[in-house]
């Protein structure tokens, strides 16, 4: 086994939750022929893990103290993740949306991809 094999399990052993990436497709419907957009589930289940990271930052406004929390994903680096999708991710016991917020940091081992909270369809 080589060194990014170890290094690829490694990093897997890790991955507490599953991942379900949506698109939003035009879809047409078999018998009525209309087109229309919806939700199409491109893959379940997908191994993966959340980290979480909160940042403090200090503004001159009234509120001297803001935090906001950076949210990384975790995952096989054959993934495609295509911009504007979302992800379902369960992870401790909880499901949360969320759509990627930057381009994604692909590695032989792994990827990992900045997420926000999916807040609708654009």
Not at 43 to 53: A, V
Not at 84 to 113: D, F, M, R, W
Request: charged share 25%.
């Amino acid at each position: 086994m080589n060194v990014f094999a170890l290094a690829r399990k490694s990093i897997e052993s890790t991955y507490t939750g599953h991942c379900s990436i949506v698109e939003y497709k035009e879809v047409k419907d078999p018998v009525s022929k209309i087109t229309k957009h919806e939700e199409v589930i491109v893959l379940e289940n997908q191994p993966c893990r959340l980290s979480y990271d909160n940042i403090s930052t200090t503004k001159s406004t009234e509120s001297a103290h803001e935090v906001s929390q950076t949210i990384k994903l975790f995952i096989a680096s054959e993934v495609e993740i295509k911009a504007g999708s979302k992800l379902v991710i369960n992870q401790n016991g909880t499901t949360k949306a969320y759509e990627c917020s930057g381009e994604p940091a692909i590695y032989p081992t792994h990827q990992e991809i900045n997420l926000k909270l999916f807040k609708g369809w654009a």
